[in-house]
């Protein structure tokens, strides 16, 4: 009988070990490690670039100065090719959305009234612009579109003038350097990740009064002329 109990004991000691509860230490979850976007690069770039030139036509018109005031009515201003280089930066603080840039260009140009027309005007146009412009783009790792607007200075050369007019005739040439204004938008698409391609439309204004002086020193009529063109370019960048 003794024995009996001991039984029962020993097996009511072994079912409390095995159903009894269990504290199981809580396992902490593995630590993931969270990717953390590194911060964008400041990128300065230089480009140089080719350019076509698409004016607007806007008539001529002199005066001042014993000149009486006349308009070349039928004024062709024709375009031509041109060079042009800009150098920027899209600081990365501002994410490498906006950006400053700097840029020279130049093209010539021909001033024209159609044959027949009096006054009559034919002269030959070189121009050249420094521009300051404020840029914002879409980052992409292949193609970035972009837009801007910009302002500065343009220097307007006429050579070979010869104009016909009531008050007399006027040759020689002339120079004026007037405030420019330009909006432009362009695309530029990677090769690699430090050179690109781009083109880019330019929108292009100024004012031009030119003084004319005869050979001894006295002044002579104003030339003016509201220029506006359209500009197409084409070139390579390089980033750094």
Known sequence: MKTVWLLIVVGLMCSSEFLGPQV????????????TKEPRKTEAYFAPYLLGTFPIDKNLSIGGNGFS????????IQGSG?????????????????GLEGEFFGHGGKLKTSG???????????????????????PGEILQPYVGAGAGASLAHLRDINFQTNSGALTGKAGDVA?????????RAYVNKKVYVFGEYKYFGS???WKSE?????????????????I???????TF
Do not use: C
Not at 116 to 138: E, H, K, Q, T
Not at 179 to 187: E, I, T
Not at 232 to 238: K, T
């Open 116 to 138: 027949g027309a009096f006054p009559s005007a034919d002269a030959n146009l070189l121009v050249l612009n420094w521009m300051v412009n404020i840029l914002a783009r879409y």
């Open 207 to 209: 004012a031009y009064d």
């Open 69 to 76: 005031n006349e308009t070349f009515r039928g004024t062709n």
């Open 179 to 187: 405030f420019a204004y330009q909006f432009l938008a362009g695309m």
């Open 24 to 35: 199981v230490a809580a396992q902490e979850p593995p630590s993931a490690d969270i990717p």
């Open 214 to 230: 005869s050979s001894s020193g006295v002044s002579g009529p104003t030339t003016s002329l509201t220029f506006r063109t359209h």
């Open 82 to 98: 041109g060079a042009g280089l800009k150098a920027g930066v899209y600081p990365g603080a501002m994410g490498g959305v906006l």
């Open 232 to 238: 197409v370019a084409l070139g390579l960048g390089v």
